[in-house]
């Protein structure tokens, strides 16, 4: 049986982990890129991964707070509780600005890593 009480908690909680991941998923990506091992494609790759799956992360916890509210009513009863969506929203609107097409990638990669000449990063990421 889920009452308001366990879902103020749990969306308390949410809404910290939340913008704590999406930080960290920030700070993590500019790490890999500039010291992790290996060819640039293969840190691009594992950069981009680690930060999506942070994102994806809150998104999920913050659908499963709100799945919890709506148990016994309590988003019904208290609308405020809709807030619980909005890492998910966050990610979705991470994912629609952040697709990673060539160009994109570039960009973000050239941005995370400092001026680089634009042909060595196309040569980089294409290994």
Not at 41 to 46: G, M, Q
Not at 85 to 92: E, M, T
Not at 98 to 106: C, D, F, G, Q, V
């Amino acid at each position: 049986m889920v009452d308001v009480k366990l879902v103020n908690a749990l969306t308390t909680v949410m809404m910290v982990l939340a913008a704590i991941l999406i930080v960290a998923s920030e700070f993590l990506w500019r790490f890999l890129l500039r010291r992790g091992k290996g060819a640039l494609s293969s840190r691009v790759t594992a950069a981009y991964i680690a930060r999506l799956g942070l994102r994806e992360g809150a998104g999920l916890l913050s659908m499963t707070v709100a799945y919890l509210a709506t148990l016994n009513g309590v988003l019904r009863a208290y609308p405020a509780y809709w807030a619980n969506l909005v890492p998910f929203v966050l990610f979705l609107g991470f994912l629609a600005t952040h697709w990673p097409s060539a160009e994109r990638l570039i960009s973000e990669v050239r941005e995370a890593l400092g001026p680089a000449p634009r042909s060595f990063l196309k040569i980089a990421l294409v290994e």
